[in-house]
């Protein structure tokens, strides 16, 4: 299967919209190559600004350059931005509904080398918690590019996160996308698999060994964590009656959060969660450390075991 990097689609997606749009801007906090926001360096050097490694003056900038009209796109590491400019992106940005657009690179343990400083593994909470945030999470390149078109398009802040390594491409060009809508990618009958970023291809994979196992998993991809598709969820939870989420972020607040507050209030079915168990990540190869952590297939597949046991 064809590996290409999540980054490459949101360098690919501004490249685009600066093309397009005469009121985007790019800010970067001196992580250009990282973010692949050095291509709009390049390109469109009148609509790139980097204001260094200081991440709470780089929310700061871009929620004024939104107030005079510009469609800001904020680029740098997810737990940076989510971390260290957080008060910014609460008071400010949230707080006054400001149109800034937030790009969270080196999500998720599949960072690597780069070790537990740089590897964002609770960004999603931070952000899903804060009234006005919109988040996403893509599942490959593709879906990162069209995610970060899409966010252009609507008022109001949002978060798209998104990992450094080359990922598995499990969609394409004409996959059909929708911010509001989750991805059914599979349909089964005997268990939901919840899933997004890389785990999607990791949910996938699973599936193909359940059914050769006899179980019939359902595969949805839940891109967009906050607004939570409810519609889709419960559907899909009812329908099955077991669920098992998987997602490369801390089991607390992300998807895994999500999910169950949602079920726990429409649908009650039995959950398992695949994601980091309350750890701090540490460097190693990607792969290596997913099944270190833990978010391989074949922990997926020991989750619907699990799961259907309670089901």
């Known amino acids: 299967m064809e590996r290409v990097p999540m980054r490459d689609g949101y360098g690919k997606a501004l490249l685009e919209l600066c093309r397009l749009h005469d009121d985007v801007l790019v800010l970067d906090a001196d992580v250009a190559k990282s973010t692949r926001t050095e291509w ?25 350059l939104s107030l005079t009209g510009f469609v800001p796109f904020v680029s740098t590491y997810g737990v940076f931005l989510t971390g260290r400019a957080w008060g910014q992106i609460r008071n400010t940005v949230c707080y006054n509904n400001l149109n800034v657009k937030l790009g969270g690179a080196h999500a998720g343990i599949s960072v690597g080398p ?4 740089h590897q964002a593994l609770e960004d999603i909470a931070l952000m899903r918690v804060i009234p006005h945030m919109m988040v996403i999470t893509p599942c490959d390149w593709w ?17 798209v996160r998104f990992g450094r390594n080359p990922a598995p491409v499990v969609t394409d060009k004409d996959t059909p996308f929708d911010l509001y809508k989750a991805a059914i ?41 906050k607004p939570l598709d409810l ?9 099955t009656g077991a669920v098992v989420v998987c997602e490369e972020h801390q089991i607390m607040g992300g998807l895994g959060g999500a999910i169950c507050e949602a079920l726990a209030q429409h649908c009650c079915v039995p959950v398992e969660l695949v994601g980091i168990q309350d750890r701090f990540g540490e460097s190693g190869k990607p792969d290596d450390l997913l099944k270190a952590y833990n978010l391989s297939s074949s922990d997926v597949i020991q989750a619907v075991h699990k799961v259907l046991k309670r089901k």
């Open 114 to 117: 780069d070790g537990a400083t």
């Open 231 to 239: 519609d889709t969820v419960c559907t899909c939870a009812a329908e």
């Open 185 to 225: 990618f599979r349909d089964g009958r005997d268990v939901t698999l919840f899933a997004n970023g890389l785990m999607v291809h990791e949910a996938l994979t699973a599936a193909d060994e359940l059914d050769r196992q006899g179980i019939s998993a359902r595969v949805v991809n839940i891109h967009t964590v």
């Open 40 to 64: 709009i360096r390049h390109e469109y050097p009148e609509k790139y600004i980097n204001v260094g490694i200081s991440e709470q003056d780089l929310v700061g900038t871009a929620a004024g």
């Open 143 to 159: 879906e990162t590019y069209k995610a970060t078109l899409a966010v252009y398009d609507i008022k109001g802040p949002s978060y």
